[in-house]
């Protein structure tokens, strides 16, 4: 299974830095950009944060890429 994110579009329609996203939520900004560049899966805590920062659920952010699967 392959884990996917719009973390990187949803922050730039608000125009918010990775540095602004990282004071807002209290995550590192090295955390972030491994999030954002799926090299790592976020701890639930993380994604609950995140994903209350931009007023969307979980699923609307994180989600299952079932078209390219290997």
């Known amino acids: 299974m392959v884990s996917v994110n719009n973390l990187k579009e949803l ?15 209290g995550l590192s900004r090295v955390s ?3 999030i954002e560049n799926n090299e790592v899966n ?3 805590t993380s994604a609950l944060v995140i994903a209350r920062e931009f007023n969307k ?3 609307e952010i994180f ?7 290997d």
Do not use: A, Y
């Not at 922050?11 to 939520?25: A, F, I, Y």
């Not at 989600?63 to 699967?69: E, G, H, K, R, S």
């Open 11 to 25: 922050r730039k329609v608000r125009g918010m830095p990775l540095s602004e996203l990282s004071r807002r939520t």
């Open 32 to 34: 972030l950009r491994k």
């Open 42 to 44: 976020p701890k639930l």
């Open 57 to 59: 659920s979980v699923e």
């Open 63 to 69: 989600f299952i890429d079932v078209v390219n699967q």
